[in-house]
């Protein structure tokens, strides 16, 4: 898959192209089932498929205090693009000066003359444009304008989207699928529904760096996350998940082929020893000779254990400890719920 950053970078023989806009958090199951049947259909009619998405958030930039912590990071938001099979993603920084744009120059400039587009796929609530002041009719007319269709998408829900598996809502219920049901399931520490919903489970990423080295000393060493890692943190507990090295602390990345090691996660401020600062530290099963430090790694996690607890005493810690090492090496025994 392609990744532009501007339209310089798109080639000028490039097109024409069945195109797509939207912010696609989390790439979830209901993004996955559009953009995987929009890539089908423009390979039928001999065009490429091309989504337009944006960095920041536009609600960081108009409303940062209001804006949703994101589900993914750039990096991993755009791999997830590339599993759906589109041919190229058009990434553009997101300024308000960008938001300043008309709707009719969004369109002409990005869709009509940078991309060639044949097709416009969107949602019917979609808005663009300056204070979002296109909506759908304004698309539909410059689409008769400039010489390009318009197709609407209704709302995915489990019933529809291709790859469904089994119920997600309870019997009566009808909900699409979206980030923001992701968002809730995550901060209820439910990180069983917030996969369902994803179509695997949720991802943190970040750089290791040092902790208090308390884990250490108690005999769980743990990798801590840098604060700035991407991907929203779940409810405070423990969790089983995966974790793997995706890039070395000299900034090689590491290969496809590196294992995903069973861990251990805990969240929150370690209110046994009077924590204030909100940690992700993962402990790897059976492992003490692990040096991530400055290291990039991934935490896919799987189902949580707890909720946060505080003990009375260090022994009192150590025995729950062990017993959720045990519960987590149960939950992901080999060969199940391993990440690809």
Known sequence: MLRWSDLSEVPPDFGPCVVTIGNFDGVHRGHASVLRRMADDARAAGSAAVAVTFTPHPLQVHQPGHAPELLTGDADRLDLLEQTGLDAVLLLPYTLDFARQSPRDFVVRYLVEGLRARTVVVGRDVRFGWQNSGDLSTMVALGREHGFEVEV?????????????????????????????????????????????????????????????????????????????????????????????????????????????????????????????RRVEAYVLDRTDLDLYDEEIVLDLVERLRATLRFDSVDALLTQMDDDVARVRTILAPGERRPS
Not at 213 to 238: C, I, K, S, W, Y
Not at 248 to 264: C, I, K, M, S, Y
């Open 153 to 277: 998408i209704d709302d995915i829900t489990p019933s529809t989207a291709a790859g469904g598996a089994g119920p997600a809502v309870a019997p009566g219920q009808h909900r699409r699928w979206s980030s923001t049901w992701v968002r809730e399931a995550l901060a209820a520490g439910d990180v069983v529904q917030a996969a369902h919903v994803l179509g695997r489970p949720h991802r943190i990423r970040g750089v290791v760096v040092h902790g208090d080295a308390r884990g250490r000393e108690l005999g769980f060493p743990t990798a801590n996350l840098a604060q700035d890692a991407d991907g929203m943190v779940p409810a405070d507990g423990v969790y089983a998940g995966w974790l793997r090295r995706t890039r070395r602390a000299d900034g090689t990345p590491v290969g496809p082929d590196e294992p995903a090691l069973p861990a251990a996660v805990s969240i929150g401020t370690n209110p046994t020893f009077d924590g204030v600062q």
